[in-house]
């Protein structure tokens, strides 16, 4: 598997809506920093312009586990479902 092989839309979204979630009080540079990207690309992110990497998601689940769970699911190939 390539690093840089994007979820799909569904995953993506569930993943940006908890980073988004997780997100509180940081600017959206505060949070690119945090996740290793720039700021522009989070918030491509965020508002779901871009799908999100699986390299990404593997910096964020680093600091948020609780996205794991979804990536778990992708890369399982099991039904996505939201999960809060």
Known sequence: MSDMRSMNDD???QVAAKLVER?????????AALLGCGRVYYWQIKR??????????????????????IILRDLTGEPTAVIS
């Open 11 to 13: 995953v993506s979204r």
């Open 23 to 31: 997100q509180g009080g940081r600017t959206d540079a505060e949070m």
């Open 48 to 69: 779901g312009v871009r799908r999100i990497s699986y390299e990404m998601a593997k910096r964020a689940a680093q600091d948020f586990p609780e996205i794991l769970p």
